[in-house]
Each structure stands twice: as structure tokens, then as C-alpha cells.
């Protein structure tokens, strides 16, 4: 799958590096960030945010011309629909790889358990002895 670069991604939707930036650092969309400090935007998670540049001047003309031909209205819903597809999938990932974590995790405190209940004594064969009845005044007797 491919990814975009700031510059990219400012091109793809018609808004500045700098407004994709602050979405970045506010946590309204996630990037992850290169070697280099650039980062690697995902489109779906783009267009989660920021709708495409195509869906932004398709609104844009229709407004312009005063009403949305049957055409014009079907390729703009196109264009949205695409976009929340490639946010939902973003979120299916999202979701899948934490429960891939949440499975792992899982698999591995199950292994140490395993590991530990093997290190416990064997019980033995003997019934356990019952505790030894007190005196209520036990207490004066050992001072």
C-alpha cells in the first residue's frame, strides 16, 4: 500500500503541510514518522480527516452552478463513499492488529502461568490436618 508525504497528502486534499501538520501533532489523524522526520500518511486516514481535493471541487462547482445535475450528485457520492471506505478499512486494521496484540498477550501470560503451576510442589497424599482449637483466653496464658 502506498503512502504520502506531507507535501503529498496537502496536494491530495487541498489544505496546507502545515494544516495536515497541526491534525498530525493534535492527534486528530496518526502518522507514523520516518528516518528522515518526514512522515508517512496513510490516504485512508487522510481522507478520514480531510475529504480528497476531487470530492472538495466537485462541491465546489455544484455550489457554482446553483444545484447538482443527477451525474454530478452520483460522482460526489462516489467520491464520498470511497473515502469512508478507506477510513473504515484503516479502522478494520487498526482494530485487527489489537487483537493480534490482545491474542499474543493473551498466549503469553497463558505460557507463564504453565511454566509457574509447573514449578509448584506436588500436593500430597496425606489429608490436611485440621487446625488445633484455641482457648478464647489463649492469649493471657502467654504472658
Do not use: C
Not at 25 to 46: C, H, N, Q, V, Y
Not at 58 to 81: F, H, P, V
Amino acid at each position: 500500500m502506498t503512502t504520502l508525504s506531507l507535501r503529498e497528502a496537502a496536494e491530495a486534499t487541498g489544505v496546507s503541510k502545515s494544516t495536515i501538520f497541526r491534525a498530525i501533532k493534535s492527534g486528530k489523524m496518526s502518522a507514523p514518522r520516518t528516518e528522515d522526520g518526514g512522515f508517512l500518511i496513510d490516504p485512508a486516514e487522510l481522507f478520514r480527516v480531510y475529504p480528497p481535493k476531487e470530492q472538495k471541487d466537485a462541491q465546489r462547482d455544484a455550489e457554482r452552478s446553483g444545484g447538482q445535475s443527477a451525474t454530478s450528485r452520483n460522482d460526489s457520492e462516489t467520491i464520498e463513499l470511497k473515502a469512508k471506505m478507506a477510513a473504515m478499512e484503516a479502522e478494520l486494521r487498526s482494530v485487527q492488529r489489537l487483537l493480534d496484540e490482545v491474542h499474543h498477550s493473551r498466549d503469553d501470560w497463558r505460557e507463564q502461568a504453565t511454566r509457574l503451576t509447573a514449578l509448584l510442589p506436588k500436593p500430597e497424599d496425606k489429608p490436611a490436618e485440621a487446625p488445633k482449637s484455641r482457648s478464647w483466653f489463649g492469649w493471657r496464658r502467654a504472658s
